[in-house]
């Protein structure tokens, strides 16, 4: 019994001490140290939000996330911080930590329809399709008139095989927003699937008068022509498509159908063009079987024969489109191996091919630390 009392005392010094003045004075001192770290926390996450948002607006997103993530474990209630980080991650692919981040961020600010949207759209990128409907229904509860939710909630009902509720909603959304490329697209796509070609055409000619530098969109409107043998206008927009991207295997060899027999030596020519667009993209393919080779070799620690396989396909890559790929591999092999010093030196050409590599970036701070 008096040793539980001695402890009761020790536990509760200021009333046994000075008087309760002192207890006070112990209780402020505490509250002015909280206080002090507190603002050296926000101080400091401010900082590193400041940093990460620069990256972002460099488009190095894989380096952005790093301070992004400090910075929310300072300050865990900042909601443009959690946006931002919640955004980076969506973009890098992380899918369910973004859906995490836009959860939190919704049970902080449940009033803001912005915060349903962005998680409806996380949601949906995890493939977690009726849970998005219901955020983008939360959106429209507090926005009616947000054409951004309208037109993402076109989408996730497009893809559910719900076309009539669809086309509802992006005619909503077109209504709310006429200048928005991404309702037309996706609206066309919706219709061509119906095939209602006429439709789907009225639908592209408005996009491409939106966003008239799009070889994707000019080659959608010649297909929705071609098949409606309006022939002319179909060689029209192929044409468009080519010049914008004279790698557009797809049109090249639609036009070539398109005009065999009203100019066969064009339509060869074109065949040509398209044989060696192919040509490329086989190459291309035995690039990357190279790199999944290598990637074999990776998982039994056989850096050697890892390092050769992908020294091999990046010199058959030159400027090609995985080359980021093969940089960011070849470095960690490298460093797997003890070559620290090229395997950074490999690491920084993956992020200057291809700043949003979160791989790249998280291996080149471990080196520098």
Sequence with gaps: MNLFRNRLLLALPCIFAAGI?????????????????????????QQLF????????????????????????????????????GKVRGRLGEHKEAVATFRRIVQLQPRVADNHLNLAIALADE????????????????????????LNRAR???????????????????????HNPDIFRYWALL????????????????????QPNNDRDYFYLGRSLSEQSRSAEAV????????????????????????????PAEARRL??????????????ENIKNLGNQ???????????????????????????????????NLGLALCQSGDLEEGAKELRATLALDPNDRDAAAALNMISR
């Excluded at 044409?239 to 398109?258: C, F, K, Q, V, W």
């Excluded at 056989?302 to 960011?328: K, N, V």
């Design 50 to 85: 400041l940093q990460g948002q620069e990256l972002v607006s460099q488009g190095r997103l894989a380096e952005a996330e790093i301070p992004l993530i400090q910075a929310a474990s300072l300050s865990p209630r900042d909601i443009d911080l959690l946006v931002l980080l």
């Design 191 to 210: 219709e061509h699937d119906e095939n209602h070609l006429a439709k789907e055409t009225e639908l592209l000619q408005h996009l491409v008068q939106l």
């Design 271 to 284: 065949l040509q063009q398209f044989i060696q667009v192919r040509d490329e993209d086989a190459k291309l």
């Design 236 to 263: 029209a927009a192929l044409r468009r498509a080519i010049s914008l991207n004279p790698h557009a295997g797809d049109a090249l060899y639609m036009l070539s159908m398109e005009v065999k027999h009203s100019d």
């Design 21 to 45: 003045v002192t207890c006070v004075a112990l209780a402020a001192g505490s509250a002015q140290t909280r206080a002090q770290k507190s603002s050296v926390d926000e101080s400091q996450a």
């Design 294 to 328: 290598a990637y074999a070799a990776s998982k039994r620690q056989d850096w050697p024969e890892a390092t050769q396989l992908l020294r091999q396909a990046l010199s058959m890559c030159g400027d090609c489109s995985i080359a980021a790929g093969l940089h960011r």
């Design 127 to 150: 493939q977690q399709r009726d849970a998005a409907l219901a955020a983008t229904a939360a959106a429209l509860a507090l926005e009616p008139r947000s054409a951004s939710a309208h």
């Design 156 to 178: 996730l009902l497009a893809d559910l095989h719900r076309n009539q509720e669809a086309r509802a909603e992006f005619e909503l959304a077109s209504r709310y927003d006429s």
